[in-house]
């Protein structure tokens, strides 16, 4: 036996989850028993195939990092090796494997934003908002939003505050967060909105589930009682604290925040989630909806699965709106209503299009990213057929646009890191990491 070493860091979770696997664990260093190759100039560190097949319905989160490893760690020219391509990495995977196509596109964007990461913690970003198909700014500065996705990108790659090569990276992100909270429990930085509000919130609570730092659930309960505060009459959020209207890009971000902090145990009230619910329901377009109206001017017509921007008939519906739409049923406790697999259907329908002309023309547009950041959610609920064929699909186009030196593009929206959180964690979903990730 030899033992050699990778780059990978853990959780403890996952430590105990790979000693199911046959791993050890020394320090932060992440060692694999490898077996010396006969013949062989060097040996080939792997995890058996056999060994990943046995072991990975009882652990799943240890045959996901066994595969990055195998990928991160494996010698060109030895035959014998088996690749991760080639491993079934279990059903709750849903079929998908982790490619070392994709693990090393992960690896190149995380070590893009961790050269990106500014001395106060953070990461720069336009601040400014949507205004519909564009993004307008009013300055370039250490964004909570940004920062707080770009720290869970990295959460989601198994790296934990203070531990692993890129523990302080996150640690210093999650200072930054911290400095953010108001007294009111608004997280806001040069008048960032509702939306970084939402990220960060989830951001704490991931940190709160994997540290239980009494700090991060302090300002994490703050937040949690601000989103609560901020909830309309119409049972949503918008770009403002305290709006009197809603829209469902804003509702998707402040539901999965809520329901992340509600599983490690932050008080959210019932009645908040049940009126978001509600919100969400009366969005979706109903086959009676889109008999009785069409119109052929908006960004997508009326068909059935779509849904709406804002609550009521008028508004328009579009793929990021819908993915948004499905991920709050689910964020919610909804998984089995008529508007989850019409949801799902449309999504189907439009991907390519939406690819095209989101993701390849415009250059990574924020809807590209922000769609496909919640449709890849509720794919990966959905399971099955919609799962396997969307995120195959999505992978390709990712690896893609990648630019060789590790960023994801973002031409029209907060910029490259914005871009590069979001692309790298879709591409984590199949680690399976982050507990809002999970099913």
């Known amino acids: 036996m030899m033992i050699t070493k990778t780059p990978l860091h853990v959780s403890k979770r996952a430590e105990t989850a790979l000693s199911k696997l046959g791993f050890k664990v020394t320090g932060l260093a992440l060692l694999s028993m490898a077996t010396q190759i006969p013949g062989s100039a060097q040996a080939q560190a792997s995890v058996p195939q056999s060994a990943v097949t046995r072991a990975a319905t009882a652990w799943p989160l240890a045959a996901s990092i066994a595969a990055s490893l195998q990928a991160s760690a494996r010698v060109p020219g030895i035959a014998e090796?088996?690749?991760?391509?080639?491993?079934?990495?279990?059903?709750?995977?849903?079929?998908?494997?982790?490619?070392?196509?994709?693990?090393?596109?992960?690896?190149?964007?995380?070590a893009w934003l961790a050269s990106q990461q500014s001395d106060d913690g953070s990461w720069q970003g336009k601040i400014g908002y949507k205004l519909n198909s564009d993004y307008e700014y009013t300055g370039i500065s250490g964004h909570v939003g940004v920062t707080s996705l770009a720290c869970m990108a990295f959460l989601a790659g198994g790296y934990l505050p203070g531990r692993g090569e890129y523990g302080q990276a996150v640690e210093r992100g999650l200072d930054f967060v911290l400095s953010c909270s108001k007294e009111d429990g608004y997280i806001t930085r040069s008048d960032t909105r509702m939306y970084s509000h939402a990220f960060a919130s989830l951001f704490l609570a991931e940190i709160y589930g994997m540290t239980h730092r009494q700090d991060v659930r302090q300002k994490l309960q703050k937040a949690v009682d601000f989103i609560v505060r901020c909830q309309n009459d119409e049972g949503g959020w918008r770009y403002e604290p305290f709006a009197p209207n809603s829209d469902m890009s804003i509702v998707v971000c402040q539901v999965l925040a809520l329901r992340a902090a509600r599983n490690i145990g932050i008080h959210v009230p019932k009645s908040t989630i049940d009126r978001a619910a509600q919100?969400?329901?009366?969005?979706?377009?109903?086959g009676n909806e889109a008999r009785d109206r069409y119109r052929p001017t908006t960004l997508f017509q009326d068909e059935v699965g779509a849904f709406h921007y804002q609550k009521g008939t008028s508004s328009r519906s579009s793929f990021p709106l819908t993915a948004a739409g499905v991920t709050a049923l689910h964020g919610v406790g909804i998984y089995s209503d008529e508007a989850i697999g019409d949801g799902l259907n449309f999504l189907q329908r439009k991907l390519d299009s939406f690819n095209h002309d989101r993701g390849r023309r415009d250059r990574g547009h924020y809807f590209f990213w922000y769609g496909h950041y919640y449709g890849v959610q509720a794919m990966y609920t959905a399971g099955g057929n919609h799962w396997e064929s969307y995120f195959r699909k999505l992978r390709q186009e990712l690896l893609d646009m990648q630019h060789s030196s590790g960023y994801f593009p973002n031409q029209v929206g907060p910029g490259k890191a914005f871009g590069t959180a979001m692309g790298v964690l879709i591409l984590e979903i199949p680690y399976r990491f982050l507990p809002i990730f999970q099913r």
Request: aromatic fraction near 2%.
């Open 279 to 286: 919100y969400v329901v009366d969005s979706a377009i109903t």
């Open 81 to 110: 090796a088996q690749p991760p391509s080639q491993l079934n990495l279990t059903a709750e995977a849903g079929g998908i494997i982790v490619t070392p196509e994709q693990a090393q596109a992960v690896s190149n964007g995380l």
